[in-house]
Structure formats: structure tokens, C-alpha cells
């Protein structure tokens, strides 16, 4: 199912990797991420998994290695993303809130239906967000469908920190400053500002 209907669509679209993570960079160095993750629920009768979306822009990527280098791998992995969100199956191959299938014939239905989703779904909202000005609409927008994994201020900051301090950047951190926050939510604008 993976080779035959997941990394072809992915690896069309420019992603690069293997099962069970594949990235996409953009030309300013942020990534969006696919990662297929086995479920704790699997049996010999039928695969459970889940289908994670991530996306890192460069900065917080930058911020993780700076703060953490003995724990941070080569390449992000799907938990480190700015943003992140699990992909959906249809209801036919949906098992609580992942994907679901049995059998060789289920594995193949399943995987059509998986790569037409990632063509149709999570291909484009990725390109979506790793274009310069599209992660920073969509965090402004609340993010919908998606779990972001840092204040909302701090997030957009991260976004549009890839200009380097531009007045939008300045005016953000600003406005981060002026509200009440954590320390830890303190120092990363902090190292925002040096960048």
C-alpha cells in the first residue's frame, strides 16, 4: 500500500524520504512534513494508523536545535512541527480517529483512497503553507482543522521571522510583549529578536 500508493503521490509533489516520514522544503528552508505512525490497536486481521501533517518554518526549527542540540535529530520529525494535524480517512477505513484497513484487497482500496487524499487534500493545504505568505495568513486565521503548538502571537513571529526583523516581525513581537505570557514564552521571542 505505502509503495505502491503513499510515496508516489509525495514523491511527485517533491517530498523526500521513505515510509514512514516524508519532508517537503521550501526554497527558505521550511518544512512541511507526511508521516504515516502505526497505532497501538493493530491485530493480525486489520493495519491502524494515522496520517500526521506537520509544518516547521525555518526559525522554529532554527529555535529547537539552538535550545536542545544533544536531543534534536538530523532532519524535524512530525512532533516537532509549528503546526500539526492528523489527515482523515473517509468513514470506511476510519477506526476511532485514525485509518483502518484488513485484508490485501481492503490494504489496496485503502491505499487508493489514502494517495487521493494526499493529491487532493494534504499535498496542496501543505504548498499552501509553505509559501511565504501563506503560513502567516493561515495562523492569523486561527489555523482551523489545525493544532498550533505555540501561542498564537509566537507562532505568527516564527511564520514571518524568515525576512529576517522586518517592521511586521517588530510590530508582532510587540504586540507579544504588551500581553501576559510564560517566561519560556518570553525567552523565544527573545531569541526571535537576536535571529
Not at 134 to 148: C, I, M, S
Not at 166 to 182: E, G, Y
Amino acid at each position: 500500500m505505502v509503495k505502491t500508493h503513499v510515496g508516489p503521490p509525495l514523491r511527485e509533489a517533491g517530498f523526500k524520504g521513505s515510509a514512514p516520514t516524508w519532508r517537503l522544503r521550501s526554497p527558505a528552508g521550511d518544512v512541511a512534513i507526511v508521516n504515516l505512525q502505526k497505532s497501538s490497536y493493530n491485530d493480525g486481521d486489520e493495519v491502524n494508523f494515522y496520517v500526521n501533517l506537520a509544518v516547521l518554518p525555518a526559525a522554529w526549527w532554527e529555535y529547537l536545535i539552538d535550545e536542545t542540540p544533544q536531543r534534536r535529530p538530523a532532519n524535524p520529525v512530525e512532533r516537532d512541527g509549528l503546526l500539526r494535524r492528523r489527515l482523515d480517512p473517509p468513514v470506511k477505513f476510519r477506526l476511532r480517529d485514525g485509518w483502518v484497513v484488513g485484508g490485501a484487497d481492503d490494504a489496496d482500496d485503502g491505499g487508493i483512497v489514502l494517495g487521493e487524499q494526499l493529491e487532493q487534500v494534504a499535498i496542496p493545504e501543505l504548498r499552501a503553507l509553505l509559501d511565504p505568505g501563506g503560513l502567516a495568513a493561515f495562523v492569523e486565521g486561527d489555523a482551523p482543522g489545525w493544532w498550533v503548538t505555540r501561542r498564537k502571537e509566537l507562532a505568527l513571529a516564527y511564520a514571518v521571522a524568515g525576512e529576517g526583523m522586518t517592521p511586521r516581525l517588530q510590530r508582532v513581537l510587540d504586540d507579544f510583549d504588551r500581553s501576559p505570557h510564560d517566561p519560556r514564552d518570553a525567552k523565544q521571542a527573545a531569541w526571535l529578536r537576536r535571529r
